[in-house]
């Protein structure tokens, strides 16, 4: 009888926190929405049964909707890496949508342009292969400056790297910020594109790409929602002057997040920050209270995986070591993005299973964090000496509970991404969109094709007859279609996996692939 992996065993305790679609159907359209785990909808379930009222009023029931907000953004700065009382990090604001959000920022950029003095030049730099709705608020802002008497150019950038056709070439990025520099010496510059291709699932280097901006004194708007959906971004790392989430596509309720460094928040408000969010968040208009809620559930499900991560001796390792790092430095939140701390390796491994099952979601929403662990792992390489003061079994919180549980579900999903990139490239019929890194380094887990035996549509038709959810189309990107020169009618089919889909699952998919390229 083969032997199923502790990592496996982990993939079903918490496939069984999900709603029953999910066995119902082959969800592969992660990238464009995930299913929400019990966790996340018993949060909102309690409060549509318990406190389903408004917030800001003196009662009780009303001081805890307004809590619950509160929590929530101080939850999303964790995950975005902002500081919201103190430090160099930035802040947060939360809306229905992130296509709100970014048209409120660009609201709020084009009132404060209008306080500089009369005739400073301002450059817009946009790919074109971003989502539409992080493409038209910038053209949108350019038109109403150069409407108003203020000089605006817009520059669509399309040269793709010849290493990933999924990313932006920055040779063409730093020749337009010469050319602009070169002209003038006290222009506004913003670059705006997205982190992930929508497509190819294509990463950029965040850091070197911010660092290049800056330094020809540009701002960077970054679009993370294909990156969040199995990273944590690290935006004052980076140092992005903003940087967007949608958070239905991280297991939560629908609400897009927008971080601002405090530098970047401070020069669109000139001074009045505080007021300046409060009127953007209230604009930008989240009316269902409960989804906060949901925030508040979506931490106790990252909860839920670090206490079934303890069954790897791989997963655990990572825990203690972003235990120990924080720590040493006072805080919740580990030094720097490093997903996988020195010493712990990166590979899947097979360690004997560990009795017992999940712990009870019931019992667990509320209560404290179990101490799973009975002390710092050896895996880790930390002396003795180092661990003494560390209470044994701590568990992660905050920013370490984040970053560890993604990881976690992060190593999951990449299981089913890098199988079904490896197996689909022996089945005649259709061409993977390819990217220079199968592994991970460069990519996010996308995997694109294109049928060449028949219509993209036909085939997409059989997968949804089947049972299989799963994107066809341009992707709302239709830039990125005329880069890769597919056709612009049918475009691609993507496969996107998310850590509750199974390797059997994998293996449905490709052989209903099978079936309607040949069908």
């Not at 083969?2 to 159907?25: G, H, I, N, T, Y």
């Not at 309690?46 to 009780?60: A, I, K, L």
């Not at 709302?476 to 199974?502: D, F, W």
Request: include cysteine; aromatic fraction near 8%.
């Amino acid at each position: 009888m083969a032997v199923v992996s502790d990592k496996e065993q982990v993939r079903a305790a918490l496939r069984d926190m999900f709603p029953p679609f999910v066995s119902k159907w082959v969800m592969m359209e992660n990238a464009g929405g995930t299913p929400m785990p019990r966790p996340v909808m018993d949060r909102m379930q309690d409060f549509y049964n318990n406190r389903h009222v408004q917030m800001g009023g003196g009662y009780t029931l009303s001081k805890e909707v307004t809590e619950s907000v509160t929590a929530a953004r101080e939850f999303l700065g964790e995950f975005m890496e902002a500081d919201n009382d103190a430090g160099d990090g930035g802040r947060v604001v939360m809306g229905v949508a992130c296509r709100v959000l970014i048209n409120n920022l660009a609201g709020a950029i084009f009132d404060r342009l209008l306080n500089d003095p009369v005739g400073t030049p301002v450059h817009m730099l946009v790919a074109d292969h971003n989502h539409v709705s992080n493409i038209k608020p910038w053209v949108r802002l350019v038109d109403r400056l150069n409407k108003a008497g203020r000089p605006a150019t817009l520059y669509m950038l399309n040269e793709a790297d010849p290493a990933h056709p999924g990313m932006l070439n920055y040779t063409e990025v730093e020749r337009v910020l010469k050319q602009i520099t070169a002209a003038e010496a006290n222009s506004r510059i913003f670059v705006s594109l997205p982190q992930v291709s929508n497509m190819l699932g294509e990463k950029m280097d965040a850091n070197s790409f911010t660092e290049l901006v800056h330094s020809y004194g540009g701002r960077v708007i970054l679009d993370g929602v294909a990156y969040a959906t199995s990273d944590v971004p690290h935006c004052a790392t980076w140092g992005v002057d903003f940087y967007f989430v949608s958070m239905y596509k991280i297991f939560c309720p629908q609400m897009g997040v927008l971080y601002g460094s405090r530098e970047a928040w401070d020069w669109v408000y000139e001074g009045e920050v505080d007021a300046g969010l409060a009127e953007m968040e209230q604009v930008s208009g989240i009316t269902n209270l409960a989804t906060y809620a949901g925030v508040k559930g979506f931490k106790n499900y990252l909860q839920e995986v670090y206490k079934l991560s303890c069954r790897n001796a791989e997963w655990r390792a990572h825990a203690d070591t972003l235990v120990e790092q924080a720590r040493r430095s006072g805080a919740s939140t580990p030094p720097g993005p490093n997903d996988a701390p020195a010493g712990v390796n990166d590979s899947f491994i097979t360690t004997p299973a560990s009795e017992g099952d999940a712990s009870s979601l019931a019992t667990a929403v509320d209560l404290p964090l179990d101490r799973m662990c009975s002390g710092i792992s050896t895996a880790t390489g930390l002396d003795i000496a180092q661990t003494e003061s560390l209470a044994p079994g701590l568990a992660p919180t905050g920013r370490s509970l984040i970053v560890h549980s993604m990881r976690v579900m992060k190593d999951l999903t990449f299981a089913c991404s890098n199988y079904l990139r490896t197996q689909l490239a022996s089945i005649d019929g259709i061409e993977v969109m390819r990217t220079a890194d199968v592994v991970g380094t460069h990519c996010k887990p996308i995997v694109s094709f294109v049928p060449t035996t028949r219509k993209a549509t036909d085939v997409a038709q059989h997968l949804y007859d089947a049972n299989l959810a799963v994107k066809q189309g341009l992707l709302m990107s239709p830039g990125m279609g005329q880069i890769l020169g597919v056709c612009m009618k049918e475009g691609v089919i993507r496969l996107s996996p998310a850590h509750y889909n199974t390797m059997e699952e994998m293996d449905t998919v490709l052989d209903k692939i099978r079936e309607a390229v040949h069908a």
